[in-house]
């Protein structure tokens, strides 16, 4: 062992474990150099002297600079003017030169470190290469071992940032986390491998087992959780958050994926937002899609420009595009169709291939699966269609048993509610043609008009309670409140004014105009009543003519009069074959 003090040999003398030096100038100490040593403790100096331990190669060139401690074999051996440093190991620091405030600790920890200052080294080879890089701290074997003159780097665990060159202001924490990583700067990579692969990208953030383990030259991402965008390579501006959020996603940015396996497939698809477990996890390439919900899109592949908000919303969808669900389970069997609009729990729930639907409201349209171009608004509205086309339910329940039915417009609770294959027809009001099943080219307006229709076709009824009754009865014109109401299989009507008709239940071709006009008549045929109250008693009388106030008003069961003028035939009741022209002729 040699101990050399400021170039010379001074008193020395040991005992008790103690070394103690004499008899030096030492005010003016400024090395202490100790070589060939195996063991070496409690030492203390003085605040500006430069303390090397080592070989003669530890800290040799040293000339102004002061404050700095050198243990290992050629450990700081070109520093020359550099002052505060800390290198401890084999090489530590062995090329640095006028580099300050540097802390290395390891084999070769900055071993090419010239001027860079600031920097803390620690581990096998941390920061080898760095040269001029400066406020860098390097943890771990090799870690940030190729940077040359990035700074403002925070690299901690094995291997991590191990190939970064000058890329500046990074945070790579765990394993091979940031390992390719050369001039990318200001990214935070937090867990092994976490963006491993990448070279040049800036601004991203991955936190998590292999988070963004392929992402090359992608910047402005955010990726957290286990695997979360692992592919992404190129693609910029993405957020994905959760296990395997945007998985597979290799070039497709402006996406957002939140929740486990969220996103998981997408590959290039672009302004995507998935929120819930399993959101969009099959899109591929679809674009400008916002899944929200447990599954919401899950089957999406390649359809953009869709909206699904919902537990199961959309689930399903492959291709279809430009659809937008809301609710639990709102579309969540369509695969193809498109241009849809669906808002509440359940509605559109089987709609596969129909397009250009919009159902609003609980289980609206909830068994459609082809038919297309239908307007169903209201709770249940237009629930059991399936492959029907161009209807339009609006209200509670309103065209609820409709299947395959086409061109109908329902408007009102429960209007055509039992309508099943019924075409082209018009309900309006409460309850309007509720019963109706199969009966086309129907036209009902007011509160329970048509009511009990099933079969009825041609029909119009218009008027509270107009054809109430009528089932089966065709080609009937009611116009009027209660207007030809208990009318059931009479066809060919014609019933006009205040409770015209309103006895008629299976006669046929009559024609009645006037406020109460026929309102008696059940069976009574071809008959023609016009005026107030004219054949009002009429029951069962067939081929009766009656015009003017009052004209045949007590005529029950007669046949065959023609009575004309103001109370004509007023008190015939049974007669038959009558003609009475006049103001109260035959009264």
């Known amino acids: 062992m040699g101990i050399q003090i400021n170039g010379q040999t001074d008193i020395i003398s040991a005992a008790d474990g103690s070394l103690t030096i004499s008899g030096a100038d030492l005010p003016n100490l400024t090395q202490v150099v100790v070589s060939g040593v195996s063991t070496f403790s409690q030492v203390s100096f003085g605040s500006t002297i430069n303390v090397r331990i080592g070989d003669i190669n530890t800290g040799c060139s040293l000339t102004s600079g002061t404050n700095n401690n050198f243990l290992g074999a050629s450990a700081g051996r070109n520093t020359t003017t550099g002052s505060y440093n800390n290198f401890f190991g084999f090489r530590a620091g062995f090329y640095n030169t006028t580099g300050s405030d540097n802390n290395f600790l390891g084999q070769c920890a900055g071993r090419c470190n010239t001027t860079g200052c600031h920097n803390f080294f620690g581990g096998y080879r941390a920061g080898s290469c760095n040269s001029t890089g400066n406020a860098n701290n390097f943890i771990g074997n090799s870690a940030g071992r190729y940077n040359t003159t990035g700074g403002f780097n925070n690299f901690f665990g094995r291997c991590a940032g191990f190939c970064n060159t000058t890329g500046a202001y990074n945070n790579f924490f765990g394993a091979r986390a940031g390992f390719c990583n050369t001039t990318g700067s200001h990214n935070f990579f937090g867990g092994y491998n976490a963006g491993r692969c990448n070279t040049t990208g800036n601004n991203n953030a991955f936190i998590g087992f292999y988070a963004g383990l392929c992402n090359t030259t992608g910047s402005a991402n955010n ?80 359809a953009s420009n869709n909206n699904f908000i919902g537990r199961y919303a959309g689930l399903a969808n492959t291709t279809g595009a430009n659809n937008n669900f809301f609710g639990q389970n709102a579309g969540r069997c369509n695969t193809t169709g498109g241009y849809n609009n669906f808002f509440g729990r359940s509605t559109g729930f089987c709609n596969t291939t129909g397009s250009f639907n919009n159902f609003f409201g609980a289980e609206a349209g909830c068994s459609n699966t082809t038919g297309c171009y239908n307007n169903f ?66 036209n009902f307006i007011g509160r329970y008009a048509g009511l009990a229709n099933t079969t009825g076709a041609n029909n119009n009824f218009f008027g509270q309670n107009a054809g109430l009754c009528n089932t089966t009865g065709c080609y009937n014109n009611f116009f009027g409140r209660y207007a030809g109401c208990s009318n059931t299989t009479g066809s060919c009507n014609n019933f006009f004014g205040l409770c015209a008709g309103c006895a008629n239940t299976t006669g046929c071709s009559n024609n009645f105009l006037g406020q109460l006009a026929g309102r008696s008549n059940t069976t009574g045929n071809y008959n023609n009543f016009f005026g107030l109250q004219a054949g009002q008693s009429n029951t069962t009388g067939n081929n009766n003519n009656f015009f003017g106030f009052d004209a045949g008003s007590f005529n029950t069961t007669g046949n065959c009069n023609n009575f004309f003028g103001c109370r004509s035939g007023y008190k015939n009741t049974t007669g038959s074959n009558n003609n009475f022209l006049g103001h109260y002729a035959g009264a």
Do not use: I, P, W
């Open 223 to 302: 990726f957290l959780g286990l695997h979360a965008g692992c592919a992404n390579t190129t693609g910029a501006a993405n957020n994905f958050f959760g296990k395997e959020a945007g998985l597979k996603n290799t070039t497709g940015s402006d996406n957002n994926f939140f929740g486990q396996n969220a996103g998981c497939a997408n590959t290039t698809g672009n302004h995507n937002f998935f929120g819930g477990y399993m959101a969009g996890c099959s899109n591929t390439t679809g674009s400008n899609n916002n899944f929200f919900g447990l599954r919401a899109g899950c089957c999406n592949t390649t």
């Open 377 to 442: 608004f209201g709770s249940a509205a237009g629930f059991c269609n399936t492959t029907g086309c161009h209807n339009n339910f609006l209200g509670f329940y309103a065209g609820r048993c409709n299947t395959t039915g086409s061109h109908n417009n329902f408007f009102g609770v429960n209007a055509g509610r039992c309508n099943t294959t019924g075409c082209h027809n018009n309900f309006l009001g409460l309850r309007a043609g509720c019963c109706n099943t199969t009966g086309c080219f129907n």
